[in-house]
């Protein structure tokens, strides 16, 4: 079937820009992303990844996250699973 549909949309260009880095590592055109995504669309009859709105506990470590406050530092990886048993 001859590829005649078209889509049009805006983005941020540095949205845009990462996005097309990460195709181009990958070997795909942005062209052939979009029709990939459209293709897991239609076989997942839905979005190909989930999709949730955090509660506010996690929005809560998200924003203290990104403010750097609140973070504990392991040493190690051994010391990590320590830490979380």
């Known amino acids: 079937m001859a590829k005649t549909a ?3 949309a ?3 260009p540095d949205l845009k ?3 097309e880095t990460v195709f181009s590592t990958l070997g795909l055109s ?3 992303a979009i029709t990939l995504f459209y293709k897991q669309v239609t076989l997942h009859h839905g979005l190909p990844f989930e999709v949730r709105i955090p509660n506010a ?6 924003e203290q996250a990104a403010r750097k406050e609140k973070l504990t530092e392991y040493a190690s990886l051994d010391d990590l699973r320590v830490a979380a048993e």
């Open 10 to 12: 805006r983005l941020e």
């Open 30 to 32: 942005p062209t052939e």
């Open 6 to 8: 078209m889509i049009r």
């Open 57 to 62: 506990e996690t929005r809560e470590a998200l």
């Open 17 to 19: 820009r990462d996005a």
